[in-house]
Nanobody
């Protein structure tokens, strides 16, 4: 059973940083590729970043490249998203997702989703 729980969202001034974490109810993420997505009001869910189950390969949306970093912390059993230089347009609910068979930016290919955590970057 995969039950994803995000944490770390909040309110920050533009230019600030936040670190999001995604945990699997105490179980490991072994064998799962992981993705972070976000959804702003009245917009479709969009890809942010993804990482393979080994943690050796990752990809990013162009809008966050160079500012966000996805990583796996095997000691803590989490998948984290470090967000630096936040902009007002980064404001959204952020979701983590897991897939056994897919690594990439398409949300429809992910099997499991968390409930989301709100990130607000104020100008």
């Amino acid at each position: 059973q995969v039950q994803l729980v995000e944490s770390g969202g909040g309110l920050v001034q533009a230019g600030g940083s936040l670190r999001l974490s995604c945990a699997n109810s105490g179980r490991t993420f072994n064998g799962y590729s992981m993705g972070w997505f976000r959804q702003a009001p009245d917009k479709e869910r969009e890809f942010v970043a993804a990482i393979t189950w080994s943690g050796g390969v990752s990809m990013y949306a162009d809008s966050v490249k160079g500012r966000f970093t996805i990583s796996r912390d095997k000691a803590k059993n989490t998948v984290d998203l470090q967000m630096n230089s936040l902009k007002p347009e980064d404001t959204a609910v952020y979701y983590c997702a897991a897939s056994r068979r897919y690594y990439g930016p398409r949300p429809s290919e992910y099997d499991y989703w968390g409930q989301g955590t709100q990130v607000t970057a104020s100008s």
